[in-house]
Protein backbone atom coordinates (compact mmCIF):
# COMPACT_ATOMS: atom_id res chain seq x y z
CA UNK A 1 0.00 0.00 0.00
CA UNK A 2 1.26 3.39 -1.16
CA UNK A 3 1.33 5.57 2.49
CA UNK A 4 -0.95 8.82 1.95
CA UNK A 5 1.28 11.83 1.81
CA UNK A 6 2.00 14.15 4.16
CA UNK A 7 -0.07 17.34 3.98
CA UNK A 8 2.21 19.96 4.22
CA UNK A 9 1.10 23.08 5.77
CA UNK A 10 2.59 26.50 5.08
CA UNK A 11 2.58 28.66 8.30
CA UNK A 12 3.88 32.52 6.99
CA UNK A 13 4.90 33.99 10.48
CA UNK A 14 8.11 36.35 11.15
CA UNK A 15 8.39 35.22 14.90
CA UNK A 16 8.80 31.61 15.55
CA UNK A 17 8.13 32.24 19.09
CA UNK A 18 5.01 34.45 19.03
CA UNK A 19 2.40 32.45 21.01
CA UNK A 20 -0.04 32.70 18.37
CA UNK A 21 2.76 31.47 15.33
CA UNK A 22 3.68 28.47 17.80
CA UNK A 23 0.37 27.39 18.39
CA UNK A 24 -0.45 27.60 14.37
CA UNK A 25 2.52 25.01 14.22
CA UNK A 26 1.76 22.88 17.33
CA UNK A 27 -1.99 22.17 16.27
CA UNK A 28 -1.07 21.42 12.39
CA UNK A 29 2.08 18.87 14.09
CA UNK A 30 -1.11 17.57 16.24
CA UNK A 31 -2.88 16.91 13.02
CA UNK A 32 -0.41 14.81 11.49
CA UNK A 33 0.50 17.37 8.70
CA UNK A 34 3.48 18.76 8.42
CA UNK A 35 4.60 22.63 9.02
CA UNK A 36 6.39 24.62 7.17
CA UNK A 37 7.16 28.02 8.69
CA UNK A 38 7.75 30.85 6.08
CA UNK A 39 8.58 34.45 6.45
CA UNK A 40 6.85 36.19 3.56
CA UNK A 41 10.22 38.81 3.88
CA UNK A 42 12.56 35.82 2.88
CA UNK A 43 10.12 34.32 -0.05
CA UNK A 44 11.56 34.75 -3.86
CA UNK A 45 9.68 34.75 -7.36
CA UNK A 46 11.26 33.01 -10.32
CA UNK A 47 9.17 34.24 -13.37
CA UNK A 48 9.51 33.25 -17.13
CA UNK A 49 6.93 32.66 -20.29
CA UNK A 50 6.37 28.60 -19.21
CA UNK A 51 6.06 29.13 -14.91
CA UNK A 52 5.86 31.36 -12.03
CA UNK A 53 7.34 29.75 -8.91
CA UNK A 54 7.98 31.00 -5.47
CA UNK A 55 10.90 29.78 -3.50
CA UNK A 56 12.09 30.13 -0.14
CA UNK A 57 14.80 31.80 1.37
CA UNK A 58 17.67 28.24 1.02
CA UNK A 59 16.07 28.91 -2.89
CA UNK A 60 14.22 25.77 -2.11
CA UNK A 61 10.82 26.13 -3.96
CA UNK A 62 7.64 26.43 -1.42
CA UNK A 63 6.16 23.23 -1.56
CA UNK A 64 2.85 23.67 0.53
CA UNK A 65 -0.81 22.14 0.34
CA UNK A 66 -2.20 25.12 2.22
CA UNK A 67 -1.18 28.08 3.46
CA UNK A 68 -1.90 29.70 7.15
CA UNK A 69 -0.68 33.86 7.66
CA UNK A 70 -0.11 34.29 11.16
CA UNK A 71 1.30 37.98 10.11
CA UNK A 72 2.70 39.72 6.93
CA UNK A 73 5.30 41.34 8.97
CA UNK A 74 6.46 45.13 9.03
CA UNK A 75 7.58 46.89 5.50
CA UNK A 76 8.13 50.45 5.70
CA UNK A 77 9.17 49.98 1.72
CA UNK A 78 5.55 50.13 -0.41
CA UNK A 79 6.96 47.76 -2.66
CA UNK A 80 8.30 45.30 -0.01
CA UNK A 81 4.24 45.26 1.36
CA UNK A 82 3.00 45.12 -2.27
CA UNK A 83 5.31 42.15 -3.36
CA UNK A 84 4.32 40.43 -0.03
CA UNK A 85 0.99 40.54 -0.88
CA UNK A 86 1.12 39.65 -4.14
CA UNK A 87 2.81 36.76 -3.43
CA UNK A 88 0.34 35.53 -0.97
CA UNK A 89 -2.41 35.97 -4.36
CA UNK A 90 0.16 33.98 -6.50
CA UNK A 91 -0.04 31.10 -3.78
CA UNK A 92 -4.07 31.08 -3.49
CA UNK A 93 -4.14 30.68 -6.93
CA UNK A 94 -2.49 27.45 -5.75
CA UNK A 95 -3.51 26.31 -2.51
CA UNK A 96 -5.83 27.36 -0.18
CA UNK A 97 -5.16 30.57 2.26
CA UNK A 98 -6.37 31.68 5.24
CA UNK A 99 -7.16 34.52 5.44
CA UNK A 100 -7.03 35.34 1.85
CA UNK A 101 -4.54 38.32 1.09
CA UNK A 102 -8.23 40.91 -0.12
CA UNK A 103 -9.45 39.82 3.28
CA UNK A 104 -6.50 40.64 5.42
CA UNK A 105 -5.86 43.88 3.09
CA UNK A 106 -9.62 44.57 3.64
CA UNK A 107 -9.56 44.33 7.27
CA UNK A 108 -5.77 46.28 7.37
CA UNK A 109 -7.35 49.34 5.94
CA UNK A 110 -9.67 51.20 8.60
CA UNK A 111 -10.97 53.52 6.06
CA UNK A 112 -11.82 50.70 3.39
CA UNK A 113 -13.36 48.26 5.67
CA UNK A 114 -16.09 51.28 7.04
CA UNK A 115 -16.98 51.44 3.76
CA UNK A 116 -17.35 47.28 3.94
CA UNK A 117 -19.08 48.20 7.34
CA UNK A 118 -21.68 50.41 6.67
CA UNK A 119 -22.73 48.85 3.29
CA UNK A 120 -23.31 45.79 5.50
CA UNK A 121 -25.55 48.21 7.69
CA UNK A 122 -23.55 47.42 10.60
CA UNK A 123 -22.91 50.14 13.51
CA UNK A 124 -20.10 51.84 13.44
CA UNK A 125 -18.61 55.29 14.95
CA UNK A 126 -19.00 58.42 13.07
CA UNK A 127 -15.49 58.40 10.77
CA UNK A 128 -14.37 61.60 8.85
CA UNK A 129 -11.07 60.94 6.23
CA UNK A 130 -10.29 64.42 4.99
CA UNK A 131 -7.23 66.00 3.96
CA UNK A 132 -8.82 69.32 4.31
CA UNK A 133 -7.83 71.24 8.14
CA UNK A 134 -11.24 72.70 7.87
CA UNK A 135 -13.38 69.26 7.42
CA UNK A 136 -11.04 67.93 10.17
CA UNK A 137 -12.09 71.29 12.43
CA UNK A 138 -15.64 71.01 11.65
CA UNK A 139 -16.12 67.14 12.37
CA UNK A 140 -14.40 67.54 15.70
CA UNK A 141 -16.51 70.64 16.52
CA UNK A 142 -19.63 68.55 15.51
CA UNK A 143 -18.71 65.53 18.06
CA UNK A 144 -16.75 67.50 20.92
CA UNK A 145 -14.16 64.97 21.43
CA UNK A 146 -12.11 62.44 18.64
CA UNK A 147 -10.27 59.82 18.17
CA UNK A 148 -7.35 60.32 15.22
CA UNK A 149 -5.78 56.69 13.75
CA UNK A 150 -3.48 55.71 10.98
CA UNK A 151 -5.53 54.18 8.26
CA UNK A 152 -3.21 51.33 8.52
CA UNK A 153 -2.48 51.03 12.25
CA UNK A 154 -2.62 48.19 14.78
CA UNK A 155 -1.96 47.53 18.49
CA UNK A 156 -3.05 51.21 19.19
CA UNK A 157 -0.56 52.41 17.88
CA UNK A 158 -0.12 56.26 16.88
CA UNK A 159 -3.92 57.26 18.36
CA UNK A 160 -4.58 60.48 19.54
CA UNK A 161 -7.47 62.38 20.95
CA UNK A 162 -8.57 65.71 20.54
CA UNK A 163 -10.62 67.66 21.76
CA UNK A 164 -12.61 71.12 20.70
CA UNK A 165 -11.73 72.60 23.61
CA UNK A 166 -8.33 72.30 23.47
CA UNK A 167 -6.52 75.39 22.51
CA UNK A 168 -4.27 74.18 20.19
CA UNK A 169 -6.20 71.57 18.31
CA UNK A 170 -5.90 73.49 15.06
CA UNK A 171 -2.21 73.29 15.30
CA UNK A 172 -1.97 69.70 16.70
CA UNK A 173 -4.24 68.64 13.07
CA UNK A 174 -1.71 70.38 10.91
CA UNK A 175 1.31 68.78 12.77
CA UNK A 176 -0.91 65.27 11.77
CA UNK A 177 -1.57 66.32 8.03
CA UNK A 178 2.09 66.93 7.98
CA UNK A 179 3.05 63.54 9.01
CA UNK A 180 0.15 61.72 7.53
CA UNK A 181 -1.18 63.57 4.43
CA UNK A 182 -4.61 62.28 5.11
CA UNK A 183 -6.17 61.96 8.62
CA UNK A 184 -8.85 59.34 9.58
CA UNK A 185 -11.01 60.85 12.77
CA UNK A 186 -13.69 59.10 14.66
CA UNK A 187 -16.33 60.78 17.21
CA UNK A 188 -14.88 59.02 20.53
CA UNK A 189 -16.98 57.09 21.70
CA UNK A 190 -17.35 57.58 25.38
CA UNK A 191 -17.29 54.12 27.42
CA UNK A 192 -16.97 52.09 30.35
CA UNK A 193 -12.32 51.61 29.87
CA UNK A 194 -12.76 48.92 28.37
CA UNK A 195 -13.60 47.60 24.95
CA UNK A 196 -14.60 43.90 23.36
CA UNK A 197 -12.36 41.53 21.81
CA UNK A 198 -14.09 38.85 19.74
CA UNK A 199 -12.89 35.94 18.15
CA UNK A 200 -14.71 34.47 15.12
CA UNK A 201 -13.92 31.43 13.00
CA UNK A 202 -16.25 31.10 10.43
CA UNK A 203 -19.55 31.25 11.08
CA UNK A 204 -19.42 30.97 14.94
CA UNK A 205 -18.03 33.35 17.52
CA UNK A 206 -15.41 31.29 19.80
CA UNK A 207 -15.11 33.36 22.44
CA UNK A 208 -14.74 37.06 23.58
CA UNK A 209 -12.87 39.07 26.03
CA UNK A 210 -12.94 42.71 27.67
CA UNK A 211 -9.48 44.78 27.29
CA UNK A 212 -9.43 46.99 29.88
CA UNK A 213 -7.25 49.94 29.29
CA UNK A 214 -4.88 51.15 31.81
CA UNK A 215 -5.62 53.94 33.99
CA UNK A 216 -5.68 57.37 31.70
CA UNK A 217 -5.35 55.60 28.80
CA UNK A 218 -7.61 55.82 25.81
CA UNK A 219 -6.85 52.66 23.97
CA UNK A 220 -6.93 49.01 25.35
CA UNK A 221 -4.33 46.98 23.37
CA UNK A 222 -3.20 44.22 25.63
CA UNK A 223 0.35 45.64 24.10
CA UNK A 224 -0.68 49.15 25.51
CA UNK A 225 -1.08 47.89 28.90
CA UNK A 226 -5.19 46.73 28.15
CA UNK A 227 -5.71 43.08 30.69
CA UNK A 228 -7.55 40.96 29.45
CA UNK A 229 -10.87 39.93 31.16
CA UNK A 230 -13.41 37.10 30.41
CA UNK A 231 -16.34 38.82 28.34
CA UNK A 232 -19.51 36.43 28.35
CA UNK A 233 -21.09 36.26 24.67
CA UNK A 234 -24.84 37.85 23.77
CA UNK A 235 -26.48 37.00 20.70
CA UNK A 236 -25.63 40.77 19.68
CA UNK A 237 -21.97 40.12 20.26
CA UNK A 238 -21.94 37.45 18.51
CA UNK A 239 -23.99 38.59 15.53
CA UNK A 240 -21.70 41.80 15.10
CA UNK A 241 -18.80 39.71 14.82
CA UNK A 242 -19.38 36.96 12.32
CA UNK A 243 -20.86 39.64 10.10
CA UNK A 244 -17.94 41.70 10.24
CA UNK A 245 -15.88 39.30 9.47
CA UNK A 246 -18.17 38.30 6.99
CA UNK A 247 -17.89 42.01 5.70
CA UNK A 248 -14.08 41.85 5.26
CA UNK A 249 -14.29 38.58 3.42
CA UNK A 250 -12.33 36.83 6.18
CA UNK A 251 -12.24 33.25 7.68
CA UNK A 252 -11.08 34.25 10.94
CA UNK A 253 -10.69 37.05 12.34
CA UNK A 254 -10.79 39.58 16.07
CA UNK A 255 -13.14 41.40 16.10
CA UNK A 256 -13.36 45.14 18.24
CA UNK A 257 -16.25 46.25 19.47
CA UNK A 258 -17.02 49.20 22.15
CA UNK A 259 -20.14 49.60 24.53
CA UNK A 260 -21.75 53.29 23.22
CA UNK A 261 -24.31 54.40 25.44
CA UNK A 262 -26.63 53.57 22.87
CA UNK A 263 -25.63 50.29 22.16
CA UNK A 264 -22.17 48.23 20.81
CA UNK A 265 -20.06 49.87 18.13
CA UNK A 266 -17.63 48.12 15.71
CA UNK A 267 -14.23 49.63 15.95
CA UNK A 268 -12.44 47.63 13.51
CA UNK A 269 -11.51 43.50 12.32
CA UNK A 270 -8.33 42.21 12.71
CA UNK A 271 -7.63 39.74 9.76
CA UNK A 272 -4.52 38.65 11.43
CA UNK A 273 -5.73 38.57 14.61
CA UNK A 274 -3.56 37.25 18.16
CA UNK A 275 -4.78 34.12 20.24
CA UNK A 276 -2.99 34.87 22.93
CA UNK A 277 -4.91 37.18 24.63
CA UNK A 278 -8.37 35.38 25.04
CA UNK A 279 -6.12 31.91 25.64
CA UNK A 280 -4.77 33.39 28.61
CA UNK A 281 -8.30 34.79 29.99
CA UNK A 282 -10.93 31.93 28.96
CA UNK A 283 -8.22 28.92 27.99
CA UNK A 284 -9.54 28.86 24.46
CA UNK A 285 -7.38 27.88 21.47
CA UNK A 286 -8.52 29.38 18.35
CA UNK A 287 -5.37 28.04 16.56
CA UNK A 288 -6.93 25.11 16.97
CA UNK A 289 -10.26 25.53 15.39
CA UNK A 290 -8.69 27.63 12.55
CA UNK A 291 -6.36 24.47 11.55
CA UNK A 292 -9.66 22.16 11.99
CA UNK A 293 -11.53 24.10 9.37
CA UNK A 294 -8.69 24.79 7.49
CA UNK A 295 -8.12 20.85 7.24
CA UNK A 296 -12.04 20.83 6.35
CA UNK A 297 -11.50 22.33 3.45
CA UNK A 298 -8.16 20.25 2.08
CA UNK A 299 -9.78 16.59 3.05
N1 LIG B 1 -13.90 55.91 18.39
C1 LIG B 1 -13.36 55.49 19.54
N2 LIG B 1 -13.84 55.90 20.74
C2 LIG B 1 -13.27 55.49 21.90
N3 LIG B 1 -12.22 54.67 21.97
C3 LIG B 1 -11.70 54.21 20.80
C4 LIG B 1 -12.24 54.59 19.54
N4 LIG B 1 -11.53 54.01 18.56
C5 LIG B 1 -10.58 53.28 19.18
N5 LIG B 1 -10.68 53.39 20.53
C6 LIG B 1 -9.79 52.71 21.49
O1 LIG B 1 -8.53 52.56 20.86
C7 LIG B 1 -8.22 51.16 20.69
C8 LIG B 1 -7.53 50.92 19.37
O2 LIG B 1 -8.38 51.26 18.31
P1 LIG B 1 -8.56 50.34 17.03
O3 LIG B 1 -9.49 51.04 16.12
O4 LIG B 1 -8.92 48.97 17.43
O5 LIG B 1 -7.10 50.40 16.36
P2 LIG B 1 -5.83 49.40 16.46
O6 LIG B 1 -5.72 48.81 15.10
O7 LIG B 1 -4.65 50.27 16.76
O8 LIG B 1 -6.11 48.36 17.51
C9 LIG B 1 -9.56 50.46 20.82
O9 LIG B 1 -9.35 49.13 21.23
C10 LIG B 1 -10.28 51.32 21.84
O10 LIG B 1 -9.85 51.01 23.15
MG1 LIG C 1 -7.81 47.15 17.59
Do not use: H
Not at 227 to 255: H, M, N, Q, W, Y
Request: hydrophobic share 45%.
Amino acid sequence: MVPEKELKIGVALTQPEDWTAAAFVKNIERSGAQAVPLNLAQLSASLSSASCSVSDARSQPVDIDALIIRDVGISFALEQISFKFDLIRQLEAVVPVMNTSAAIQNAANKFYSFVLFQRAQLPIPRTQVTAELNVALNAIGAWGSAIVKPIFGSQGKGIVMLSEEEPNVSSNLEGLFKERGVLYIQEFVPNPGRDIRVFVVGEEALGAIYRVSLQGSVVSNLSQGGRPVPCALTGEIRSLAVRATKAVGADFAGVDLIEGEDGLLLLEVNGTPSGRGINQACGIDVTERIVASLFAQLL
